[in-house]
């Protein structure tokens, strides 16, 4: 089984302060990972994905996000927030050890930037 | 490179109405497809996925169908439409093998 949960509803964080959106996942074998940024009344956009190798990762947009395997976490970042990264957040997990390929994503988190 | 296409972008429709929202894929080939909906709650609900024509699979049981009568066409249907079934209903394709999927911009179903 697969899971992942995304604790925060709502992150609020002034334009230039950097931001965290918070993720954590449960997967049987090994985790592949994803963000994704939902805009309103649009389809979801990949951001960036953990599937091997360096534990930071880049994304598009100047995201960034941290796989951390002992807390089972995978946070998304950026330095320095922009009010148009405003938006709906998905995290998105799958067992990549031969299981489904169907991913499992979180119930999203709202990132309000604030001028 | 690779587009997702659907249609209608809004659709209005009375109880009890059918229902057909079509999707399509360009710039790839044999790609796995999935339809999810989104209430106003935010979540995403995998309803079908499809790894090639004719083979469909179903995740929630309801009054929903899908078809993939060709290899990057997905349609999903109903014959007699709830209120419960408005919602924001998105497709999305990946490439079998390969791990993101890619999202369309989305119909905004509303039944009243």
């Known amino acids: 089984a697969q899971s992942v949960a995304q604790p925060e509803d709502q992150v609020n964080v002034a334009e230039g302060n950097p931001l965290t959106v918070k993720c954590t996942y449960s997967?049987?074998?090994?985790?592949?990972l994803f963000w994704y940024v939902q805009y309103p009344n649009r389809g979801l956009q990949f951001l960036l994905k953990?599937?091997?190798?360096?534990?930071l990762v880049k994304g598009s947009y100047g995201f960034e996000a941290e796989f951390n395997k002992s807390q089972t976490s995978f946070h998304l970042k950026k330095p320095s927030a922009l009010v148009s990264d405003s938006a709906l957040y998905f995290c998105?997990?799958?067992?990549?050890?031969?299981?489904?390929?169907?991913?499992?994503f979180g119930r999203g988190t709202s990132l309000i930037v604030h001028p | 490179s690779q587009t997702i296409h659907q249609w209608p972008a809004t659709l209005v429709q009375p109880v009890g109405s059918p229902l057909s929202l079509e999707c399509t894929v360009e710039?790839?080939?044999?790609?796995?497809l999935y339809w999810y909906r989104q209430a106003a709650g935010r979540g995403l609900q995998l309803l079908f996925y499809?790894?090639?024509?004719?083979?469909i699979s179903s995740e929630v049981p309801q009054n929903l169908s899908a078809s993939r009568p060709q290899d990057r066409q997905f349609i999903l249907s109903s014959k007699k439409l709830l209120l419960s079934d408005s919602g924001f209903y998105l497709c999305?394709?990946?490439?079998?093998?390969?791990?993101?999927?890619?999202f369309g911009p989305g119909t905004r179903l509303t039944v009243t």
């Open positions: 999305a394709w990946s490439v079998s093998g390969d791990y993101e999927q890619y």
């Open positions: 997967v049987s074998g090994n985790p592949y």
């Open positions: 953990y599937i091997t190798g360096d534990n």
């Open positions: 998105a997990v799958r067992d990549g050890s031969g299981g489904s390929y169907i991913p499992t």
């Open positions: 710039g790839t080939s044999n790609p796995n």
């Open positions: 499809s790894v090639g024509i004719g083979q």
